[in-house]
């Protein structure tokens, strides 16, 4: 069963860091782009940041200078570093992989991980 599989949300201060991790497990062949994208109540589900397999990365201009998007292939592992959180950063983050099963590629979704910020 191939799946996503998110950690690292929690309740943190307004100006301190967080850092989210994402493992894709099962029968993977490849892995093309990876990403993260948040939800706050009320609103559409955006992105905050991607990466490609080769590296290449782009921002939300909102978290531009404070996020960090990383990779490591050989864990099937993503990670967004994020420093000077701020209220308004809160929401649920959903991890995102674009996975080679079977006979192509196909986006895959993990289940969630809550993110807060305190004032």
């Known amino acids: 069963q191939v799946q996503l599989v998110e950690s690292g949300g929690n309740l943190v201060q307004a100006g301190g860091s967080l850092r989210l991790s994402c493992a894709a497990s099962?029968?993977?062949?490849?892995?093309?782009?990876m990403g993260w994208y948040r939800q706050a109540p009320g609103k559409q589900r955006e992105l905050v940041a991607r990466i490609t397999s080769g590296g290449s990365t782009n921002y939300a201009d909102s978290v531009k200078g404070r996020f960090t998007i990383s990779r490591d292939n050989a864990k099937n592992t993503v990670y967004l570093q994020m420093n000077s959180l701020k209220p308004e950063d809160t929401a649920v983050y959903y991890c995102?992989?674009?996975?080679?099963?079977?006979?192509?590629?196909?986006?895959?979704w993990g289940q969630g991980t809550q993110v807060t910020v305190s004032s």
């Open positions: 995102n992989a674009d996975l080679f099963v079977d006979y192509g590629y196909q986006a895959y």
């Open positions: 099962g029968s993977i062949f490849s892995i093309n782009a």
